[in-house]
């Protein structure tokens, strides 16, 4: 067995010690004080060791946990710069109401969360009176990213300011009438208040270090100063298991985002009991924050804990603190001191004279009260250090209460995030305590009555006042209309419609050369924002870095391996892309931040985030309903699209149903293109409907999403004739009939409507060919471009009709007089085209590659799946043979004939 005392082999083993006999005293009189003066006192004086060579400038690495104690000592706390007393008359007002919010909303069971923000309603008062910057000064002002169960005491001081009524309190959770209040920031819903949607764990401390870097990535490249914006993420202590919520952190660290501060509201409770209820969620993140480089604020105990740390001569508390598990916090906080003085001071002598000195009310005051979180000069001091801090992203720990305020029923317990409501006595107990002048006679049959002290009183006064020093209201969102991008030149998306001749060329590099293209215009050049997830080289977008570059805060510090190539890896501290290393997820905040910078920041920034397609939608589809809900607009293009046309990776590759994912987002617009000019068509429409000019009544707020291959295919002309690019944004226009193709087909031959998306459409055209040459069947083909946008639009007919409006579905318009049934495919599976299966009037059936994608070739894939062009033809001719139009035996001599 190993000797724990004696010295182990270390990593310093490898150096050269130069005076080995200097080591040996140090070590000397380290081990005399551990046994003269004890452990702890030996561990106290490395530690001061520590902090005075971190000071003089010595470099050590940081210990990554410091004591269960407030990281700012009462000594150097600042006084606040205002009137303390009436900040707490505030608050009590804005509890009061949160909670009478969601009572009265209870009855009718639309729920609501009362809890939260009673434990964390210090952290949003002291940052909205000192500290949020608003919107109505110059620049952006801060970016909050409110705790969503927190959103009723958002609404509350709202209501306290004169930006809601009693109205809109009575609407919290009921918004179908049109003057309701959602449950959490939605953007989409309530679009003057919130900035930021943030209920779904973890993107919200994930979209915040993103919003940050994008801040200083709007700096460097000069498109606006935004260095004095701030952002804050509200955060609670269960939500930081989300991976999500950690997953930039050393990001954060290594861009040295000193614009962000992470406010982790620490009442240890998640939904449905202790965050860590054997161990210590405080400590743990704070190993973790430290370890990734943050500077971290632990604002832990109030002042009713100065005198027993004052008494703690011997450590013995500090000791005791730091092994108490986080559950048996809790349980102090509802027991008598009776019990703690047994359970926490009696494990130890020291601490059981400690506890002879105190009084009962001063334990209970300590162990039910005090908390760093809950006191106004403590959080002030807290965010003060944080605002100050340079060099480093900083969090602060904010230890509270669950429930605090709320009474006995509600402090600390287990089960205080389902409870909706308070009885008529738990809010007359709430006002005792709130010191808020309500009459028992206010309470009319039982209803809790909201609480106002009117539009003029010394409290909203105070409030607006600090609020127009700070630069206006806050939360707020620009919602004024930005002047509109001027389009680009014509020429840029003209060039692809000549095709490309006798090249073969991929719709992934036809799309990056249209970027490439645009990007280069005088007047909205500068405001694409290219996004890639470390496969820029995948895509072809390698010729971008050195035009461009890759956007660093450092620049480039090195000389990079390939400087004598001309398509060199360049970094700049202005560069346009945001190159993101192996992170969907990443990527996706980047974009996020980029898409809504028009409200943000009041500039307009065009977004595209290139991908492999089975690695959007699949992985990262929340943050894409996310983006819907921040209002966010910008290019999602899923690049090595299809089942079957990313050869070889095989089947975590090959994507089969990102278009279905997509569908169901209503703020996505969901393209397949076939060709490069119908990317060219629906880029610049995109363009138009989010930063040009909208049609009356359109929703500017919506994203593109667009599929694209990496299969190299002729690229054909523009067909000539009208309705083109009409159809191409619709979804469904006719590429060729039998006839302009050139194929033969006899007089008066069977006739089949092929529609085709993507990469499908070039089997369709080839089962055209064999059709005609080998079963003498006339097949028209059509390019499918938005199999999701013709039912949108379909959809939208039926509700229509149900309005007593006569509306026919595009779909419909179109096909309207094509001759035979129709047959659908494309290289996603068979419910992408069935989507619009029910408004084509034509006997309907479709081809697709269902089931789990494989490594092989595409020739291979394809005849696997049944979609390849001998596939087609079979199913048209089952199609026809049905109809009686061709024999029965030509189904069977087509599969015998191709191998089928």
Not at 257 to 275: A, K, S
Not at 358 to 381: M, N, P, Q, T, W
Not at 432 to 456: E, M, N, Q, R, T
Request: proline share 5%; net charge negative.
């Amino acid at each position: 067995m190993t000797d724990p005392n004696a010295i182990q082999p270390s990593a310093l083993d490898q150096l050269p010690d130069r005076d080995p006999e200097e080591t040996a005293e140090w070590q000397a009189s380290l081990d005399a004080v551990a046994r003269e003066a004890g452990p702890h006192r030996a561990a106290y004086l490395m530690r001061r060791t520590l902090e005075r060579a971190e000071a003089g400038g010595i470099a050590l690495p940081k210990l990554l946990e410091t004591d269960y104690v407030n990281t700012i000592p009462t000594a150097a706390e600042p006084g606040i710069p205002g009137d303390e007393a009436m900040e707490a008359r505030i608050t009590a007002w804005n509890r009061w109401n949160a909670a009478a919010m969601v009572t009265r909303g209870s009855k009718y069971g639309v729920g609501g969360h009362i809890a939260t923000f009673a434990s964390a309603a210090w952290l949003y008062e002291t940052g909205f009176n000192h500290f949020f910057q608003g919107k109505e000064a110059d620049g952006s002002g801060d970016q909050l990213y409110i705790q969503g169960h927190a959103s009723p005491g958002i609404y509350a001081r709202a209501f306290l300011d004169g930006r809601l009524n009693e109205g809109h309190l009575d609407n919290f959770r009921q918004e179908s009438g049109g003057n309701g209040l959602p449950s959490y920031p939605h953007p989409r819903r309530l679009p003057w208040l919130w900035e930021f949607p943030t209920v779904s764990m973890g993107l919200g401390p994930l979209s915040a270090i993103y919003q940050a870097r994008f801040n200083r990535y709007l700096t460097n490249r000069a498109i606006k100063d935004v260095s004095a914006s701030h952002v804050w993420a509200f955060l609670g202590d269960g939500e930081m298991d989300e991976p999500e919520s950690t997953a930039a952190l050393a990001l954060a660290a290594r861009e040295e985002l000193d614009n962000l501060t992470f406010v982790i509201n620490c009442n240890l409770q998640r939904l449905d009991g202790p965050v860590r209820a054997n161990f210590k969620i405080v400590q743990e993140l704070e190993a973790q924050f430290r370890g990734a480089g943050w500077n971290v604020i632990k604002t832990l105990w109030g002042s009713a804990w100065d005198e027993l740390f004052q008494l703690d001569t011997t450590g013995a508390l500090v000791r005791r603190l730091r092994e108490v598990p986080d559950a048996q916090i809790q349980t102090y906080q509802t027991r008598d001191a009776a019990y703690i003085r047994a359970d926490f001071f009696g494990k130890d002598q020291a601490l059981a004279e400690m506890a002879k000195l105190l009084s009962d009310d001063k334990i209970l005051e300590c162990f039910h009260l005090s908390r760093g979180g809950h006191e106004a000069r403590k959080v002030y001091a807290a965010y003060k250090a944080a605002v100050e801090h340079k060099g480093a992203p900083t969090v602060i720990l904010a230890q509270t209460v669950k429930g605090h305020t709320l009474g006995e029923g509600f402090a600390s317990k287990n089960a205080n995030h389902q409870m909706k409501k308070l009885t008529v006595d738990e809010f007359k107990t709430m006002r005792d305590l709130l010191d808020l002048p309500i009459k028992d006679s206010d309470f009319a049959d039982g209803v809790v009555p909201y609480g106002h002290p009117g539009a003029d009183s010394p409290e909203v006064r105070y409030l607006q006042e600090r609020r127009a020093a700070l630069g206006g209201p806050a939360p707020a969102r620009r919602t004024h209309a930005l002047a509109p991008l001027p389009a680009p030149a014509e020429k840029a998306f003209a060039s692809f419609d000549k095709g490309s001749g006798s090249q073969n060329v991929a719709t992934t590099m036809a799309f990056v050369r249209l970027v490439k293209d645009l990007v280069r215009d005088k007047e909205t050049g500068k405001r694409w924002v290219p996004i890639v997830p470390d496969e820029a080289r995948t895509f072809g977008m390698e010729s971008l870095f050195p035009s461009l570059g890759i956007y660093s805060p450092k620049g480039q510090t090195y000389e990079p391996v390939d400087r004598d190539q001309l398509m060199y890896y360049k970094e700049a501290k202005n560069g346009q892309i945001l190159n993101e290393g192996i992170t969907e997820a990443g990527s996706m905040a980047d974009f996020i931040a980029a898409s809504s910078a028009y409200a943000t920041h009041g500039e307009a920034m065009i977004p595209f985030y290139i991908f492999y397609s089975m690695f959007g939608w699949q992985r990262t589809a929340d943050q894409m309903w996310q983006l819907g809900d921040q209002l966010g607009r910008g290019f999602l293009v899923g690049a090595t699209a299809g089942r079957t046309t990313l050869t070889g990776e095989g089947l975590q590759h090959a994507d089969g149903h990102s278009p279905v994912i997509a569908a169901t987002n209503p703020a996505a617009l969901t393209y397949d293109p076939a060709f490069a000019y119908e990317i060219a068509v629906v880029v610049r429409e995109g363009l138009r409907r989010m930063y040009g000019e909208a049609k009356p009544g359109e929703d500017q707020n919506v994203f593109y999403y667009l599929t694209v291959y990496n299969e190299p295919l002729p690229q054909p002309a523009k067909p000539a004739g009208p309705g083109i690019d009409e159809g191409i944004v619709k979804g469904l226009y006719r590429f060729n009939t039998a006839e302009s193709a050139g194929v033969t087909a006899p007089a008066n031959a069977p006739r089949i409507q092929l529609l085709g998306s993507g990469t499908a459409i070039h089997w369709a055209l080839e089962a055209q060919r064999l059709l005609a040459e080998e079963w003498g069947v006339a097949a028209d083909v059509w390019s499918a471009t938005s199999w999701s946008e013709l039912r949108r639009d379909a959809l939208e007919a039926d509700a229509a009709l149900l309005r007593g409006e006569e509306r026919v579905p595009y779909v419909r318009q179109a096909l309207q007089g094509a001759e035979g049934p129709v047959l659908a495919v494309s290289d996603y599976m068979r419910q992408v085209p069935d989507q619009i299966a029910q408004w084509v009037e034509q006997d309907w059936s479709s081809l697709g590659a269902d089931g789990f994608g494989l490594s092989d070739t595409r020739e291979a894939a394809r005849r696997h799946f049944g979609v390849d062009a001998q596939s087609i033809v079979v199913a048209a001719l089952a199609q026809l043979a049905k109809r009686g139009e061709v024999k029965a035996t030509a189904v069977k001599e087509a599969r015998e004939k191709y191998g089928l």
